[in-house]
């Protein structure tokens, strides 16, 4: 495993301190999706750590993923894991150095398997949750809550989403004390490695984050970015 995958409570919560949606031709997965002013119970299903008491070793840990994604207005889902450490080269980081503070520098989120249940009438179901590791995501949160709770699978929780604009929309995530933990135990998951991130090779790279550019055409980025991408605070 390379260092674009980070796992661990203690690793990630120093990215949170450093720092201070699905794939349309990807796997499919049902994701974890809020509208402005929406809340739903959540109950995680994966540990930050394997030291916590509640780690199930059949499920694994949740993790951050080290990502770039092409900031050109309508090409956000263009987004894989960074190779820079793994492959030794990477498009993304060749296309920062190129064009800093366009968008391509490298962009950690967090995913792991829930169950959510929106109160709409629907049985509660697993689904994957994306977020940023920024003020304004759930994740230093939940941080918090791992070390407070020793853990975050045995409490029940309400996610909120506020705003519905890119630049107003912010996250909370709050214990319900008392909350009935549901019987997870026959629960499929999803491989998040394999269907929450993409890895491409190098060789493939620029075809990946712009199909129409020629092997002469640079990847075009609008001189009015301004290096947020529209998945930064967005399920």
Request: hydrophobic share 30%.
């Amino acid at each position: 495993m390379g260092n674009n995958i980070i796992k661990g409570l203690a690793s990630i919560q120093a990215e949170i301190d450093q720092q201070s949606g699905d794939f349309e031709d990807g796997p499919k997965a049902r994701w974890v999706g809020l509208k402005g002013g929406q809340s739903a119970k959540i109950w995680f299903l994966q540990e930050f750590d394997e030291d916590s008491p509640y780690f199930d070793p059949k499920v694994g840990t949740l993790f951050v993923g080290v990502e770039h994604s092409n900031p050109e207005p309508g090409m956000f889902k263009r987004k894989a894991l960074c190779s820079i450490e793994t492959q030794g080269q990477c498009f993304g980081c060749e296309m920062n150095k190129r064009l800093p503070k366009k968008g391509w520098q490298q962009k950690k989120r967090l995913y792991v398997n829930v169950l959510i249940d929106y109160n709409k009438g629907e049985d509660p179901f697993v689904a994957i949750l994306s977020q940023g590791i920024g003020g304004k995501s759930i994740t230093p949160n939940l941080a918090q809550a791992a070390v407070d709770y020793k853990g975050i699978t045995q409490t029940l929780f309400r996610i909120t989403r506020t705003g519905s604009e890119m630049n107003n929309t912010s996250y909370t995530v709050l214990p319900l004390p008392g909350g009935d933990i549901p019987d997870t135990s026959t629960l499929e998951l999803y491989d998040l490695e394999a269907v929450a991130t993409r890895t491409i090779p190098y060789d493939e790279q620029k075809k990946f984050y712009a199909p129409s550019a020629t092997e002469d055409e640079k990847v075009p980025v609008s001189e009015s970015d301004t290096g947020d991408s529209p998945t930064d605070f967005e399920w």
